[in-house]
């Protein structure tokens, strides 16, 4: 009895591990890039120790849009994430601190070139933004958080460059 007890419960465990297997939703169809920046126009080591300079091209982007000019940027978390076909995923780009989350679940299947999103912003386990946006890694979404350390922080969600790794 014990015998056909420990099939029975093999056979099962088996067929559960085949059957995750071969869930299409789980394709990874891409990979999407957070990260967090602060923006200040005083002091640039109120962002700490390990905030480093942002590209040229990234300050030149954030300083064209009116609201997102200020006189130094600093990256102060990043974090890269796979793309699931049909299953949501989170990005916590300041490390094992939950004060920033983003939420995103792919709408369609992206193109080499953008991505269909459904976005969800979070500060300190609170929602605090509910958007869909298409993004690609050359025009990432900028979102204006909170005031942190007497400036505040930007949150750029990007689709990860398929040719190179984004640093």
Same mark, same amino acid.
């Given at each position: 009895m014990r015998f056909l007890a420990g099939?029975?419960?093999?056979?099962?465990? /088996?067929?559960?591990?085949?059957?995750? +297997?071969?869930?299409?939703?789980?394709?990874?169809?891409?990979?999407?890039?957070?990260? /967090?920046?602060?923006?200040?126009?005083? +002091?640039?080591?109120?962002?700490?120790e390990k905030a480093k300079p942002v590209s040229k091209a990234v300050t030149e982007r954030l300083q064209s849009e009116a609201r997102l000019k200020f006189a130094h940027y600093r990256e102060i978390g990043m974090d890269t994430k796979p793309l699931y076909r049909s299953y949501e995923n989170w990005a916590q780009p300041l490390g094992a601190s939950d004060e920033v989350l983003v939420r995103f679940e792919a709408q369609s299947r992206p193109s080499k070139a953008s991505a269909r999103l459904g976005l969800e912003f979070w500060l300190s386990r609170k929602k605090i933004l509910k958007t869909d946006a298409e993004i690609?890694?050359?025009?990432?979404?900028?979102?204006?958080?909170?005031?942190?350390?007497?400036?505040?922080?930007?949150?750029?969600?990007s689709l990860a460059s398929a040719s190179k790794p984004r640093s």
């Open positions: 099939c029975a419960l093999g056979l099962l465990l /088996v067929l559960q591990v085949k059957g995750q +297997d071969s869930d299409p939703g789980k394709e990874v169809v891409g990979s999407i890039v957070v990260r /967090v920046i602060h923006a200040t126009d005083g +002091d640039v080591a109120t962002a700490g690609s890694s050359e025009r990432p979404l900028y979102v204006l958080g909170p005031a942190w350390r007497g400036g505040r922080l930007i949150i750029s969600v």
